[in-house]
């Protein structure tokens, strides 16, 4: 008799090996900031027996931090377009002439006993260096400083305590002693938690960046947009529970809209039609729409926006879901999971004669 | 509109590569570059807030017009660091 067992079990342990090797590989090279956290982890105890594990634990330590949040980031503002971060440790034997011929540039790491500095000053130089490079040399000086110190609180929010001492002795602290920075932060902190610092105000600033300027520029025309930007997502941040407003933003250079599919009397009583007219009736020199909703209901949203772009020349630009912090009518705090769609017009005005 | 998107998917896996160096080795970094001396007996300022680097707080080092420059490691220094290499990036 034969064992059919042992001739089909062999092969399909071959099998399921092999996919399961390979899913894994491709995993690992989809998503390289998981291998950096696995290869610190693995070499913060190995280093004790093997010292070249230091330098190992101390960049992909720094590395995991940094690319795990640019992938987290990608996916809420698409156009952000960051690069991941590699550490090279320099070459021993570099000469002064190679260091200058080469113009080069070297972080300088602590020991891995001091690895949340390291971290901390990688995350903030990083932060600023690569961060909205474009807009950030639009804005003004103040603005700038505010987003670099919050999207590296960001960075460093959820991991360990220590870490966020260290950012805040050591570079926070310092920032928020500047007024303006200091207002413009708090601001971020109360958009933020109405989940739409890195939805929608990254994501104008990254539009904001990819705007060209012909002639002089008129700084204080953008920073002063800039602002009004921020007041007016801080006043839609503090929106009550199913306040409905009807905001567009229509500066020179930003113009976008929000509308809220919210209240589920009047999107059950009166179905899609009257957000479909609202939608529709916005005018056509905005930019982006931002349509905003609970997720529950997600797919009467998604039929909106397939019926509006039937007739309107926009694109889905994002599709994204996030926790919201609002108010309620008692002014308490009320949590929500929201959707947001992002519509972007298809004529947008890239060029400014000015 | 494909091309378009895997041009984008591309720069988004682009890398940045940031050079660095490790304490342990940071000394014989600088006596290599011909600068250590300088640095430990208070002859190097930080090209920002101008006051005199001292070695322990040195948080980077770059070439610039033929000549070693250093930056401390207070924050607003290396926040002024960040804007002036992406005023460089940006020329």
């Not at chain 1, 071959?14 to 610190?40: M, N, Q, R, T």
């Not at chain 1, 929201?338 to 005005?349: D, E, M, P």
Request: proline share 1%; glycine share 4%; charged share 25%.
């Amino acid at each position: 008799m034969i064992n059919f067992n042992f001739y089909i079990g062999i092969p399909l342990v071959f099998i399921a090996g092999v996919v399961g090797g390979c899913s894994l590989l491709l995993y690992c090279i989809k998503h390289p900031e998981i291998v950096d956290k696995w290869l610190a982890m693995f070499t913060r105890f190995g280093k004790f027996i093997y010292k070249r594990w230091e330098y190992t634990y101390v960049k992909r330590d720094v590395q995991s931090v940094i690319n795990g949040y640019i992938a987290n980031l990608s996916k809420q503002v698409p156009n952000l377009l960051v690069k991941r971060v590699t550490l090279e440790w320099v070459d021993e034997n570099i000469t002064a002439d190679q260091f200058i011929k080469n113009e080069m540039l070297v972080m300088r790491m602590h020991k891995s006993n001091n690895q949340n500095l390291n971290i901390v000053n990688a995350t903030f130089t990083f932060v600023s260096h690569s961060l909205l490079v474009k807009a950030k040399s639009y804005i003004a000086k103040y603005q700038k400083n505010a987003i670099d110190l919050y999207v590296s609180y960001k960075i460093l929010e959820n991991k360990k305590v220590q870490l966020l001492q260290t950012y805040v002795q050591e570079i926070l602290k310092e920032g928020l002693s500047h007024k303006k920075t200091n207002d413009f932060y708090g601001k971020f902190f109360d958009i933020d938690r109405a989940g739409i610092f890195f939805p929608v105000f990254l994501t104008e600033m990254t539009f904001l960046g990819e705007k060209v300027f012909g002639n002089k520029r008129n700084d204080q025309e953008i920073f002063d947009e800039v602002s009004n930007l921020v007041l007016f997502l801080y006043r839609y941040a503090h929106r009550k529970l199913h306040e409905e407003l009807i905001s567009e933003f229509d500066g020179q250079y930003c113009k976008f809209a929000i509308r809220i599919v919210g209240m589920s009397v009047k999107v059950h009583q009166e179905g899609e039609g009257i957000y479909i007219r609202n939608i529709q009736q916005i005018p056509d020199t905005t930019e982006t729409i931002y349509i905003i909703g609970s997720v529950d209901n997600r797919e009467f949203i998604n039929n909106i926006v397939s019926k509006c772009l039937k007739t309107m020349q926009y694109d889905v630009y994002n599709m994204y879901e996030y926790q919201a912090v609002l108010k309620d009518i008692d002014n308490n705090d009320y949590r929500s999971m929201s959707c947001l769609t992002i519509l972007r017009s298809r004529n947008v005005k890239y060029y400014h004669k000015i | 509109m494909k091309i378009k998107n895997m041009a984008k998917m591309k720069e988004k896996r682009a890398k940045e590569t940031v050079n660095a160096v490790h304490d342990d080795q940071f000394e014989g970094f600088l006596r290599k570059l011909g600068v250590y001396f300088d640095v430990v007996n208070g002859g190097k300022k930080c090209k920002f807030c101008g006051k005199i680097v001292s070695y322990y707080y040195i948080s980077t080092v770059f070439a610039e017009s033929d000549d070693i420059k250093f930056v401390c490691e207070k924050p607003e220094c290396i926040a002024k660091f960040s804007e002036y290499l992406a005023d460089k990036n940006n020329d």
